[in-house]
């Protein structure tokens, strides 16, 4: 069974601080990896894709560790607003819902 | 600009009703979905089209059905057998392999009162 595991959180981090959570994949053919930022009552939104050799995107950096099947999300000087859930997302190519597997989410509260 | 609309954003059902959710996508995807997010919980997913005429029923498909008549509807109707319809339900679409990432609608919050 394909699965895909977020520690639920929630992080309570101070504002500025640098947050970093993982996500662990058990499907070793997955070809694909998104960071899916969801508001409270909003829809999913796409942060970033993950590549084989990390990406940046000004204070979010993500990371794929093939080898240990998981991905990393980094945050930097952390923001109110980065307040959220963040969904990991793995997609092993075939196409359709059954190649897609969302993790549960982790729950990021930034404090003042 | 391209997206993926719902419609609409909240609504009312009463016990016994069918009700049907609209979502509309000019991405020119040919993949769309249907979830159904609970509070605190991920999303779930109850049926799935990759080409026009042809959807696959997801892991609560029960007490759901949806068409696919077009490339860029995908209706949900939330029959009188789903006991328990209350939640988020979100629609999505992507290209056929899934590969770029998947867009979301801003999704229906269904209430049965």
């Known amino acids: 069974r394909k699965e895909v595991e977020q520690d639920p959180g929630p992080f309570n981090v101070p504002e500025g601080a640098t947050v970093a959570f993982n996500c662990t994949y058990s499907n070793s053919a997955s070809q694909s990896f998104f960071w899916y930022r969801q508001d409270c009552r909003k829809e999913p939104k796409l942060l970033m894709s993950?590549?084989?050799s990390g990406n940046e995107d000004g204070r979010f950096t993500a990371q794929l560790n093939r080898a240990s099947q998981y991905i990393s999300l980094l945050i930097r000087d952390s923001k109110l607003s980065d307040s959220a859930t963040y969904l990991c997302v793995v997609n092993d190519g075939r196409g359709g819902a059954d190649g897609l597997t969302f993790g549960k989410g982790t729950h990021l509260i930034i404090q003042p | 600009d391209g997206g993926i609309t719902q419609s609409p954003k909240y609504l009312f059902r009463k016990e016994g009703q069918n009700v049907t959710l609209s979502c509309e996508q000019n991405?020119?995807?040919?993949?769309m979905y249907w979830y159904r997010q609970d509070p605190g919980q991920g999303l779930r997913l109850i049926y799935y089209?990759?080409?026009?005429?042809?959807?696959q029923k997801g892991d609560i498909a029960e007490g759901y059905s949806v068409s696919r008549e077009k490339k860029e509807s995908f209706p949900l109707t939330v029959t009188s057998a789903q006991k328990n319809p209350t939640a988020f339900y979100l629609c999505?679409?992507?290209?056929?392999?899934?590969?770029?990432?998947?867009?979301f609608g801003s999704g229906t919050r269904l209430t049965v009162v």
């Open positions: 991405l020119n995807h040919d993949a």
């Open positions: 089209s990759q080409i026009v005429n042809d959807f």
């Open positions: 993950v590549y084989s």
């Open positions: 999505a679409s992507s290209h056929r392999t899934g590969n770029y990432g998947y867009t």
